[in-house]
């Protein structure tokens, strides 16, 4: 069955795009509320477009992109309010907006397709912004340091116990976080940072 918010059974198309066997062409309603009917056959449309695309590829996406870049401040404070008075319909949002289609699948082709633009355009930042990133990578393996992350654990097991990555199970991690934990406390403990009572074990 069709989308009936969005389609009704019209006369067929001069396409022939017959709807099972009916005889007869979906149809678009057109806006929700609206009292005219768009009338048009979704799989014309797609026809049309892709052939209106075809013609002028290069002149449609500056175009696209030149309108995406006016509107930039625009969005970007839409967003901003939206996610300050409504964080949880702009969470709903978010979810809603990754569920179509398939979300992580498209992310991961296009990684696949473009993994050398990908590569390359990571490694021109990186070396045009250096002192920018590598203050950031020294803050984020500081904060992976003090709170004991997953990617620290496993870089300490790799390094004094030669583990490779893919052999560490969870349950290790979280042993040898606490080992760990253990280990700062009682450090802080004999620098006299620590009384002997607050020293829990975890
Ligand atoms: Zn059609």
């Known amino acids: 069955m069709f989308d009936e918010s969005k389609y009704y059974l019209g006369k067929l198309c001069k396409r022939g795009h017959e709807y099972e066997g009916t005889g007869k062409s979906l149809r678009r309603l057109g806006y929700k509320g609206g009292s005219r009917r768009d009338g048009r056959c979704p799989k014309c449309i797609h026809i049309q477009y892709a ?38 319909l702009y969470k709903e949002m978010g979810r809603k907006s990754r569920a179509k289609g398939n979300y992580l699948e498209a992310c991961h082709h296009y990684r696949e397709a473009n993994r050398e633009r990908i590569c390359n355009y990571n490694g021109e930042y990186r070396s045009k912004h250096r002192h920018k990133v590598n203050k950031k990578d020294r803050e984020r393996s500081e904060r992976a340091r003090q709170t004991l992350q997953a990617s620290y654990v496993r870089r300490i097991l790799h390094q004094l116990d030669g583990l490779e990555s893919k052999d560490i199970p969870s349950e290790l991690i979280e042993l040898k976080r606490t080992q760990l934990k253990a280990l700062r406390a009682s450090r802080a403990y004999k620098k006299g940072e620590l009384p002997c009572q607050t020293t829990k074990p975890q």
């Not at 030149?66 to 930039?72: I, L, Q, S, V, W």
Request: charged share 45%; aromatic share 10%.
């Open 51 to 88: 052939a209106y695309y075809a013609r002028d590829a290069e002149c449609i996406k500056d175009r696209n992109r030149a309108g995406y870049r006016k509107h930039r401040e625009k969005r970007l404070l839409y967003h901003k309010n939206l996610r300050i008075k409504h964080p949880e």
